[in-house]
């Protein structure tokens, strides 16, 4: 291998997709999420390569620059994507991770392509990483990698950090292989979690289902040590504000406010089109909130941003034809000519108009049903106006921080139209406190800062006994 890096990145996706156009030309187009958005930003103006899959199937491309950033591709085939991606990954995993929202399915079949395709995550990592380099891999499509890295390379130091919960025993005990899941990741040195309990979680599972002694968050292998614990991820503060307070920006916010005929309160929802997310949960407090006139659809106007997501998955696919059919009926039921009560936008945007969506929005509503963290809640109090309301779900990782939101149980719905009330009717001066206080606390912890503090916690892990690569 001609190039060795000292720091890698290994994440299912690449921070780019690789699409092909209508005419057979091929482009780059941002990858979805918040893990890229994040990582995305840790990765600038560093040196090291992130190893991931381009988003479409077939040979993967040839390893690229991609703005100092060295990108290496990890090939995945029609079938991989169906088993290992959209099955395992996202049909099995996914909801066994947020609370059980939707029935997983377990197949077999699946486990066995999730194993082949976190080997050769494993492979390619192993095969790019320099003697004693560091390794940080992410998130739930990953689990496996770092035991098999380490059986490839025990020479490197090894990192895993979740982005999306960790779940409850309970929850966790459902699923085929979770004695596998759990010695993977135990091939760690320092394994990081959004929630000290989600962390709590794990060294739960491992207590029961791997009988290991579990001492505080450091679970004892014998040979080695590995420790679990809460490293909150964040957004990049200083990126987005420079973003948001450009003249461009805060002219195109102002002309969203225009277009939208001046309403007195915007109110903003901004997801993956996900059912983790409690989007039916809020566009259905929003329209008993205009039906019980409560909110007035010629003065309050939602605009709900649904980003395209996992769209070959039956269950993505069933939720999107409801929130359709709820969208259609509110704005049926409550528009006028000329004046939507609702405006839904099912596409992606640029990181300019996502940030002047978030500056012209008084309310944003983040009532996800379970979330990781949530980065938009924290994206919102960057950019918004010093009075701007952030309704926020408790089952968001963003609320433990964020505990000066209008907090709210979205499956209550009218605790959830209570709260939404709340903010739209607070005084200004109220408003404007809660705010200031939690842009204070995001401003405290950027993502560049949860980076250097994750690698610190893995810097600092015990040492393991080799050293020596295996031949
Ligand atoms: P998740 O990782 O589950 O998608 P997060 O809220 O943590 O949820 O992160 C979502 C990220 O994607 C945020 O950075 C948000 O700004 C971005 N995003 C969401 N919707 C869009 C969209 N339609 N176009 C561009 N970026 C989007
Ligand atoms: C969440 C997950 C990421 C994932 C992203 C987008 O943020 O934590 O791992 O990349 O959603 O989902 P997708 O399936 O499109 O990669």
Redesign the pocket.
């Known amino acids: 291998m001609s190039h060795t890096y000292d720091f890698v990145v290994a994440a299912n996706r690449l921070p780019v997709d690789r699409v092909t156009g209508e005419e057979g030309n091929e482009g780059w187009r941002?990858s979805?999420?918040?893990?890229?958005?994040?990582m995305d930003a840790v990765m600038r103006g560093r040196d090291g390569a992130w190893v991931g899959w381009a988003g479409d199937p077939g040979e993967a491309p040839a390893p690229f620059d991609d703005a100092g950033m060295q990108l290496h591709p990890v090939p995945l085939s029609e079938q991989e994507i169906a088993d290992y991606y959209e099955g395992h990954s996202n049909d099995t995993l996914w909801p066994v991770y947020h609370d059980v929202i939707i029935t997983p399915t377990f197949k077999r079949s699946w486990r066995g392509a999730y194993r082949a395709v976190n080997k050769r995550f494993a492979q390619a990592c192993a095969d790019i990483a320099a003697e004693g380099a560091t390794v940080w891999v992410h998130d739930y499509q990953l689990q496996l990698v770092p035991q098999m890295l380490r059986e490839l390379r025990p020479d490197l130091r090894i990192g895993w950090f979740n982005?999306?919960p960790f779940p409850a025993v309970e929850l966790f005990a459902q699923l085929p292989g979770r004695e596998e899941i759990l010695e993977g990741l135990l091939g760690a040195d320092f394994l990081g979690f959004q929630r000290t309990e989600d962390a709590g979680n794990f060294l739960r599972a491992v207590r029961q289902y791997l009988d290991l002694d579990v001492t505080g968050d450091v679970v004892d292998l014998g040979e080695r040590q590995v420790r679990a614990a809460a490293v909150p991820?964040s957004?990049d503060v200083e990126g987005l504000r420079e973003i948001v307070e450009s003249d461009s920006v805060q002219a195109r916010a102002r002309e969203i406010r225009e277009q939208l005929g001046n309403p007195e309160k915007i109110l903003l929802g901004?997801?993956?089109l996900?059912y983790?997310?409690g989007i039916r949960h809020r566009l259905k407090a929003f329209g008993e909130l205009l039906a019980d006139e409560r909110l007035d659809p010629s003065k309050h106007k939602l605009i709900q941003?649904?980003?395209?997501?996992r769209e070959r998955v039956k269950a993505y696919m069933d939720l999107r034809d409801q929130i359709e059919l709820t969208v259609g009926r509110i704005n049926g039921d409550f528009s006028s000519i000329g004046a939507t009560a609702l405006t839904y936008?099912h596409?992606?945007?640029?990181?300019e108009?996502?940030a002047a969506m978030?500056a012209a929005a008084d309310i944003m509503l983040?009532t996800?049903l379970r979330?990781?963290?949530?980065?938009?809640?924290?994206?919102y109090v960057t950019c918004c106006a010093d009075d701007g309301a952030l309704v926020l779900s408790e089952f968001a990782g963003a609320a433990t921080e964020l505990s000066d939101a209008y907090l709210c149980n979205p499956h209550d719905i009218a605790g959830l139209k209570q709260q939404i009330m709340k903010a739209v009717d607070a005084p200004a001066p109220q408003r404007r406190q809660r705010m200031d206080s939690m842009r204070s606390l995001v401003s405290e912890n950027s993502v560049q800062q949860w980076a250097k503090n994750y690698l610190a916690s893995l810097a600092a892990a015990p040492k393991a006994p080799s050293t020596q690569a295996a031949s």
């Open positions: 941002r979805p999420g918040g893990l890229v958005t994040a982005h999306i991820i957004i901004v997801d993956r996900d983790t997310k941003v649904a980003t395209p997501s936008l596409r992606s945007f640029d990181r108009e996502m978030f983040v996800p979330d990781g963290m949530n980065l938009v809640a924290k994206e």
